[in-house]
């Protein structure tokens, strides 16, 4: 069996939603303390619903493919469900990643947590 999924190297060949959003009102960045790799988030959260989101990392291809995955995953999606995803759910929709290569979905659930929380502080 091949080390990585169809949709793996797909995700990391041609990644969605790749880029910055210039007047993003949820921004999240994270790192990945065992590699070093980074994670950065944009959303466009408009009465409660993710009309946008983009974003770039600077990672390995998983951490790409997980991230390129995660956008699409949240894309238009209310935030009561954007809360709910879990790193696990990202790998689940690309079809696994390896063991070792789990922790790099991590950093996609940071990233969308990290925004959100950005997200709320705005709100105050
Ligand atoms: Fe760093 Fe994958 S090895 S995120």
Partial sequence: MALYSE???DHFRNPRNVGIIEDANAVGEVGNAKCGDIMKMYMKIEDDIVKDVKF???GCGSAI???SMAT???KGQPLSEVKKLTNEAVAEALDGLPGYKMHCSVLAEEAI???LDNYYENQE
Wanted: net charge neutral; no cysteine.
């Fill in 7 to 9: 949709k793996v190297m």
């Fill in 56 to 58: 770039e990392t600077f």
């Fill in 65 to 67: 493919a997980s991230s």
């Fill in 72 to 74: 699409e995953l949240i």
């Fill in 113 to 115: 947590k990290s925004a």
